[in-house]
Nanobody, 116 residues
């Protein structure tokens, strides 16, 4: 199976930046996409960004122009560069892997808090 471990979360002031990392291990040959999701208290989990095996990316409207998803294939790691952070970005951020267009694996999440 696939294991995902997120890191890089923390507390940052509005307007600041953070870079999240998702390190993947296990059987990765059939991974067709990776993504970042977030869930704030009292709200549904929402898509933040995805990247396919071919390099295509998608973003939620709320983060376009501020967040960038990228990959380092040699390190089996996916990143989320977050800039111009807002208090409403405060959430637990989760890494997701989709396998063979069917199965999915999730990390345990990393907390991002944006506050002055």
């Amino acid at each position: 199976q696939v294991q995902l471990v997120e890191s890089g979360g923390g507390l940052v002031q509005p307007g600041g930046s953070l870079r999240l990392s998702c390190a993947a291990s296990g059987f990765l040959s059939a991974v067709n996409s990776m993504g970042w999701y977030r869930q704030a208290p009292g709200k549904q989990r929402e898509l933040v960004a995805t990247i396919t095996s071919g390099g295509s990316t998608t973003y939620a409207d709320s983060v376009k122009g501020r967040f960038t998803i990228s990959r380092n294939n040699a390190k089996n790691t996916v990143y989320l560069q977050m800039s111009s952070l807002k208090p409403e970005d405060t959430s637990i951020y989760y890494c997701r892997a989709q396998i063979a267009f069917k199965d999915e694996f999730w990390g345990r999440g990393t907390q991002v808090s944006v506050s002055s």
